[in-house]
């Protein structure tokens, strides 16, 4: 019981598993959530885009679409923003590009996700544990957290602190990365948009 109390009480993203998931099935966006006390970095939902196998704040979405495949249209997939799919253990990329691309975590951290047409991860890297939940509360946010880790997001380049690049991490426990921030995670419902994310 003990060890129990303690794990509970060192991992914030722990409380959103104690929650009963009943979150609406199908496609969702990302974003990063963090009102903190004792700085002003605030975001209000800022998404969570696909770019070069890693996840981003305030970068643009990387989408792809092969030309000359007979039938595909790629008006359908404009890939103008990045959608999820899952949260029950696992998450994907919401795509249509056959075999579908997964999200996990790699040794160091960095939320990633498999290039098309390839289940590669290095080893060492993490696929389950995610979880999307909502407290019982009507119209209570969606948020993914995932077992026994923390989101945090790692400054890349100059800029304002509320409109810079961030890449996202989930860390294990509390630990801190040097010059990064913890953030929550909040999910809102879509629909499919890419063929599959670069
Ligand atoms: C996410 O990507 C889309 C598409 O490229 C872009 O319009 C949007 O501004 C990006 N969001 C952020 C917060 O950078
Ligand atoms: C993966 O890592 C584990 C633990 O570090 C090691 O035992 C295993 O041999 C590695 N597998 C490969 C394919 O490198």
Redesign the pocket.
């Given at each position: 019981m003990r060890s129990f109390i303690v794990l509970f009480a060192s991992a914030p993203v722990a409380l959103g598993a104690a929650i009963v998931p009943r979150v609406p099935e199908g496609p969702w966006t990302a974003g990063v959530w963090r009102q903190p006390v004792d700085d002003d970095v605030f975001f209000v939902g800022?998404?969570i885009?696909a770019s070069g196998g890693k996840f981003?704040?305030?970068?643009?979405?990387s989408a792809y679409c092969p030309d000359g495949i007979e039938g595909l249209d790629c008006a359908n997939y404009p890939?103008?923003?990045?959608v999820f799919v899952g949260g029950d253990n696992t998450i994907s990329l919401s795509v249509s590009v056959p075999g579908g691309q997964q999200v996990y975590v790699a040794p160091d951290g960095a939320l990633s996700y498999t290039t098309a047409h390839s289940a590669f991860m290095p080893n060492g890297s993490v696929a389950t544990g995610f979880s999307r939940s909502q407290s019982q509360a009507f119209g209570a946010p969606i948020v993914l957290g995932m077992t026994d880790r923390s989101w945090l997001i790692c400054p890349v380049g100059e800029g304002e602190p509320r409109e810079k690049t961030y890449q996202l991490f989930a860390v294990e426990g509390g630990s801190q990365k040097e010059g990064c921030l913890f953030t929550g995670i909040r999910t809102y419902t879509s629909s499919a948009d890419a063929w599959q994310y670069a």
């Open positions: 800022d998404a885009n981003w704040v305030h970068k643009d979405t890939g103008s923003r990045t």
